[in-house]
């Protein structure tokens, strides 16, 4: 027998955990959507998957990677589901409940075509349940990223710049929740399900959004998470293809997304949209925005928030250049936002669009009508958008004054040289004038 | 990270034929379980070599060439660019592809700065 020298077995062995790590990626999610449909809940579901993912580290960088990774997978987890089942039983515990979940077992003796057949519902339930409104935000984000994305704890901590720690608790407790609450494994019908979808698209453009303009820390962008957002959505998209929010939400991350790489500069600066080279912008990201956009459009009578807010994006993305917007068009879009979802954000970009089509005076009296309103207290866009009209105007000094307080408003330290420059310019601007 | 597969499926790669239901099924299924994943951005099949043409380059001297071409194992016959999150998780889906012969190419695509 031919031996084995020590290096290339370390090699064959890292090879098979890069193999499991990319398998994970792919399977996890219905691997636990899977699961939780037999033992009824995420948390167990999540476990067992967990559970068969060390068993596959054990024994395939041994043994190799089997054919079918995804049915060895959902096989070893199925074993320890009726094992933990069974050990239940014993315990006596929930007699009832676990009679039934006996039963659920049984039937799915071949969980695995089961699960192929119906991995699309089953997957929608994991969706909706990882993002039910008993959770935070925050936790149905990290929840979402976990059993859907098939992120890592340290791999959402790191995405969020949080302690590690803090992501691991708030999944465990979003997970305790979930159990307590008795919240059911499934797909919501009717008005529950209009609520119910509402809350997963908010979920996954707080994901995204999050990566476009980082709240915090020393990046603009972490395009990361925008790509994790992005794939949600696009996942939803073809598992509940008739619902037009979903391709609306879709649509504006694709556009948005198009912008990532004219929107930061040579030096990670911030590049606002009009500034932007607009041959930097993805035109397959354009046109798939589009394509969504469509399908939005054709699939109900009037667009939805986040329909309208991707029409506002297309309006963008179709200019050839700047001054060629349709400045117009992007005010009456915003008055149809403004209509469905008011609120102090929505008039605040309105006031933008209303600058642009008809002049910075009457931009300026809307915006000044915002400067009270106290949900916009500490919001940085809203002196930024004031200081912006101001010098159109000519105000330089106003300008400056608004500059330099939204500059001292936001944490993310690259659009606050991007305020504080701009304060600086206005200096200039006066004392050249 | 965005990859490039290019599909070099020899001989089949010069065939006009379509391929048959059986294996348009197959095909078909394996698209959408991809589409169902997020992965597939775009994805195209393209004419035979008998009716693309070449330019080569030399100076200021560019040289018409008329297909077929001979070299028919390097022939590309369709492509996909997909969304995945390493080179490994697209080696992990692309073996998973229908097919009974040919090689298959991943590329990955140069990202902008910064990414």
């Known amino acids: 027998m031919k031996e084995l020298r020590p290096g290339r077995r370390e090699t064959a062995a890292t090879e098979a955990h890069r193999a499991i790590e990319a398998i994970w990626r792919i399977e996890s999610a219905r691997l636990i959507a899977g699961l939780a449909r037999v033992v009824g809940d995420i948390g167990t579901a999540e476990e067992l998957a967990q559970d ?9 960088p041994v043994e190799g990677v089997p ?49 192929d057949e119906e991995v699309g519902d089953e997957l929608l339930g994991l969706i909706f349940t990882a993002c039910h409104p008993v959770l935070s935000k925050d936790a ?11 992120l890592t704890t340290e791999e959402i901590a790191r995405g969020f710049l949080v302690p590690v720690s803090t992501i691991a608790q708030r999944i465990v407790r979003a997970k305790r929740t979930l159990a307590e609450a008795h ?7 009717g008005a529950e399900r209009v609520a119910r979808l509402a809350s997963v698209l908010e979920v996954i453009y707080l994901i995204f959004n999050e990566g476009y303009s980082a709240t915090a820390g020393k990046d603009w962008v972490r395009p990361a998470l925008c790509e994790e957002a992005l794939r949600l959505g696009r996942i939803l998209a073809e598992l509940a293809p ?20 004219a929107r930061v500069g ?16 993805d035109r397959l990201l354009i046109r798939r925005g589009l394509a969504a956009l469509e399908r939005a459009e054709r699939l109900g009578d009037a667009l939805g928030p986040y329909g309208l807010q991707a029409a506002i994006a297309a309006c963008h993305a179709r200019a050839k250049s700047a001054s060629e917007t349709d400045w117009p068009g992007i005010v009456a879009l915003y008055d149809a936002v403004a209509q469905l979802a008011p609120s102090p954000v929505v008039e605040l970009n309105r006031a933008v669009a209303v600058g642009m089509a008809f002049g910075p005076a009457a931009g300026l009296e809307l915006v000044d009508a915002l400067v009270h309103e106290p949900t916009l207290k500490s919001y940085h866009l809203l002196p930024a958008v004031r200081g912006d009209l101001l010098r159109k105007l000519g105000r330089s000094e106003e300008a400056r004054a608004e500059f330099e307080r ?28 | 990270m965005r990859v490039l597969i290019m599909a070099k499926e020899g001989e089949q790669s010069e065939s006009a034929a379509p391929p048959t239901p ?37 100076g200021k001297k560019r040289t018409v060439i008329d297909g077929p071409f001979a070299e028919t194992k390097e022939l590309v016959a369709g492509y996909w660019l997909w969304q995945v999150r390493s080179i490994d998780e697209a080696l992990e889906w692309l073996k998973r592809a229908p097919y009974d012969g040919g090689t298959f190419e991943i590329r990955e695509v140069v990202e902008y700065e910064g990414m």
């Open chain 2, 22 to 58: 059986e294996a348009m099924a197959e095909y078909q299924k394996f698209n959408e379980e991809l589409l169902k994943a997020g992965v597939v951005l775009e994805a195209g099949r393209l004419h035979p070599s008998s009716q693309s043409k070449r330019v080569r380059f030399d």
């Open chain 1, 52 to 60: 068969a993912l060390v068993a596959a580290l054990e024994q395939w």
């Open chain 1, 266 to 281: 040579p030096l990670g600066e911030p590049v606002l949209l009009l500034d932007q080279d607009r041959a930097c912008w």
């Open chain 1, 406 to 433: 939204g500059a001292s408003l936001t944490e993310n330290v690259r659009e606050r040289a991007l305020l504080q420059r701009r304060a600086a310019e206005c200096a200039a601007e006066r004392i050249a004038g």
């Open chain 1, 183 to 189: 919240v059911r494994f499934e797909v919501p019908g």
């Open chain 1, 67 to 115: 054919e079918r990774p995804g049915a060895w997978l959902m096989a070893t987890a199925k074993h320890r589901a009726i094992d933990l089942i069974r050990r239940r039983k014993t315990l006596e515990l929930k007699h009832e409940e676990i009679g039934r979940e006996v039963e659920r077992a049984q039937e799915g003796v071949d969980l695995e075509t089961a699960i």
């Open chain 1, 140 to 150: 149905r984000v990290a929840l979402t990223l976990r059993v859907l994305g098939g």
């Open chain 1, 242 to 261: 008739t619902e037009p929010e979903v391709h609306g939400l879709v649509a504006l991350m694709e556009i948005q997304a198009s912008r990532l790489g």
